[in-house]
């Protein structure tokens, strides 16, 4: 049976940056995982899907549903997706057996100020309906297994935080050499090339 690993939080908080290290990490670990991106899913799963609460509940309890078919199988399932309501994300706690949370904690004015994709200023001049943190709520977690706060930690510190939770549970197995690896030296563009030799590349 596998686990869940289900980033959440604003837009910009480090869900993509931690899911993606974390990830490439498991494999180098030789056990089986699948990274389900939230955009990724939408483009290729949910594109009827919108933005009211109720489509993204949806949304939300598909990626379960398809981790829970994963984690029957043995196959890990690294989630990096918003997933802001608090009832959504507990219905897929109580579907999933090993279900891990992390939450990407980061103030909406760091990751305003990130605007790593320039969706917050389209949010504010109105061009984005319904956007998380500015026009749609983001409940904050009240039962995280793990929290990153992403505006104090070093990428570095939260992904080997979320690397020791998921050793000190048995669902990982320790590496000598994880203490002398520094996440925050692989660039973006790294880590996605090494994605793309994964086969991530044309879902895109
Ligand atoms: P999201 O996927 O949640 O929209 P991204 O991962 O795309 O967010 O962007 C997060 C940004 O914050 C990146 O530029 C990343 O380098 C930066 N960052 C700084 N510290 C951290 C940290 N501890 N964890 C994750 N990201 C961090």
Partial sequence: MGFTLWFTGLSGA?????????????????????????????????????????????????????????????VNSVVAAIAPFEQAREQNRKLLDNYVEVWCKCPL??????????????????????????????????????VCETDRETVTASVRKVLCALEERGFLPKADDCERSDYSKFDEQAWRLRLAELGYAKQR
């Fill in 14 to 74: 480090g869900k993509s940056t931690l899911s993606m290290h974390v990830y490439l990490e498991i494999r180098r670990r030789m056990l089986k995982a699948e990274l389900l991106d939230g955009d990724l899913i939408r483009t290729n799963f949910s594109s009827e899907l919108g933005f009211s609460r109720e489509h993204r509940d949806l949304n939300v309890r598909r990626i379960g549903f398809i981790s829970h078919l994963l984690n029957k199988n043995g």
């Fill in 109 to 146: 004015e760091v990751v305003e100020a990130r605007d790593v994709k320039g969706l917050y200023a389209r949010a504010r001049a109105g061009e984005i309906a319904a956007f998380t943190g500015i026009s749609s709520p983001y409940e904050a977690p009240l039962n995280a297994d793990i």
